[in-house]
């Protein structure tokens, strides 16, 4: 007996529809390794009509006032929690995360980030009118950027598109949003929700693989191209939108220090940091990878962060107790694998280190000490369950080795000393500092990163900047 696949479509101009050529991609659940769904596998000729609706949608759209827009967003917000249920059956096949975790610590956020930006809608504000010239008036206007091609990853599909879509949408923009090919099932369920309150054309979602997502940056309708992704990603995206010069906002790797100095509460420290470190299997760029602890207290620290590890556990998404499920995909489990199997001799394995059970794509929660600056593991994004542990003998060294990647997306430092925490917070180069604590967001603080970790901001008013323009009106007085 074979059961029938779940069959899932694009939804363009207010319709869903299959890929044009009919062609389709298999949706694997990583909690199972098998097979649940099949997903359009979507051309040029689906790009196209998805970029002429938002498109023919725009001008209407732009020209509704922010408080339409607000109220627009709010009943999204409110259709959101209403469906709380649906959202999380669909994230946990998507994922296999656990479904307690991701009732609790995505549908809350997602509902209060699109409430937030519902709020942003009406304070697009320019700077007050002024005479700058005699016998002239100088406006500035802020307005919306266009039709905007948005691509989302496979780690937080749903909270990821509404980082895209909510301050798209409130800005006056129109969307096109493409999911990551091995999680597209939430995303098309939020078009079916936002599609019953917003204007066809407003908001279209296309599935597809990765030239999919080159066909819709390199198309000349979207203005803007926004992607949370891998740096390769990001970086061939910036290379195609310059062909026309279109704007880019790029969320991308991450390697992030987690500096531990000798007067830190060396438990919480520990029970806060395993957490930030494994929680979502690693899957974050923000995650707590890389923790560089003071030599005094270096050897304490890895044995009870080893054991903290082992006492962490992965599992399917009913499990009790679980604090992540696993590995997105095949691939991914065999990026992870093979970092530990690369490991340099001097490198120690202090807890996990393999692949759990046959079924599925789970690895052990991993803790790997004796490892030095420009070690792969430490130099490169392992996006797995996996933190490494160096040891530093000063602030000053701290610093070196912090700073001493390519990502600059987000850090942390431990320690009682206020100055040390404040001059550290300084001197980190990364978008995001935390202080005794690590991976809380906020609807109204800016989320982006610098150097390889790349350039414009999430959430906050920031990040609704980003989907505006700004244009100098003068007139004359005369």
């Known amino acids: 007996m074979t059961t029938e696949l779940r069959r899932l479509r694009n939804y363009i101009n207010g319709e869903f529809r299959d890929a044009a050529d009919g062609r389709t991609i298999d949706v694997v659940n990583p909690a199972t390794g098998e097979v649940y769904a099949t997903s359009p596998l979507s ?121 895209k879509f909510a301050p798209a949408l409130a800005a006056g923009n129109t969307v096109v949003l493409k999911p990551s090919d091995t999680t597209p099932a939430s995303t098309v369920l939020i078009a079916e929700i936002i599609g019953q309150i917003v204007p066809k054309g407003v908001f279209n979602v296309i599935c597809g693989d990765r030239e999919t997502g080159k066909a ?66 690693g899957q974050d760029c923000t995650a707590a990878t890389r923790v560089l602890v003071h030599e005094s207290i270096h050897d304490e620290f890895v044995a009870r962060l080893a054991k903290a590890a082992t006492d962490t556990k992965t599992g399917l998404p009913d499990d009790e107790d679980v604090l992540y499920g696993p590995l997105n995909n095949a691939n991914q489990l065999a990026q992870v694998s093979g970092f530990i199997e690369r490991l340099p001799a001097h490198a120690k394995v202090e807890s996990g280190g393999h692949r759990v059970g046959d079924k599925g794509y789970f690895y052990a929660p991993t803790v790997v000490s004796g490892l030095k600056q420009d070690d792969e593991i430490v130099q490169k994004e392992v996006f797995g369950p996996v933190i490494t542990v160096q040891s530093f003998r000063d602030e000053q060294q701290a610093l070196e080795f912090a700073n001493g990647v390519e990502f600059a997306l987000a850090s942390s430092v431990w320690t009682k000393d206020h100055a040390r925490a404040m001059r550290m917070s300084k001197s980190l180069d990364f978008g995001c500092v935390w202080i005794n604590t690590h991976i809380p967001l906020v609807a109204e603080m800016p989320h982006g990163g610098y150097k390889k970790s790349g350039y414009g901001k999430d959430l906050s008013a920031y990040g609704f900047e980003d989907y505006t323009r700004i244009k100098h009106v003068m007139t004359s007085l005369g």
């Open 43 to 163: 051309g040029q000729s689906d790009v196209d009509a998805a970029m002429d609706a938002a498109a023919a949608a725009f001008p209407a759209w732009r020209d509704t006032t922010p408080a339409e827009r607000q109220k627009v967003l709010l009943k999204i917000a409110d259709a959101f929690e209403e469906r709380a249920e649906d959202l999380i059956a669909a994230e946990v096949e998507n994922t296999g995360k656990p479904v307690a975790l991701t009732a609790s610590e995505e549908i809350p956020p997602m509902v209060d980030q699109i409430r937030f930006f519902a709020g942003a809608a009406r304070l697009l504000e320019g700077r007050s009118a002024g005479e700058y010239m005699e016998g002239m008036t100088s406006i500035v206007r802020r307005e919306p950027v266009g039709v905007c091609a948005q691509v989302a990853p496979w780690n937080y599909p749903m909270m990821m598109a509404v980082w």
């Open 216 to 281: 819709m940056v390199e198309h000349p309708t979207p203005a803007m191209a926004s992607i949370t992704g891998s740096v390769r990603a990001g970086m061939q995206v910036a290379e195609s939108a310059a062909k026309d010069v279109k704007r880019v906002h790029l969320e991308l790797g991450g390697k992030a220090p987690v500096v531990v100095f000798e007067d830190t509460d060396i438990d919480k420290a520990v029970e806060d940091i395993s957490v930030a470190g494994f929680f979502n299997a």
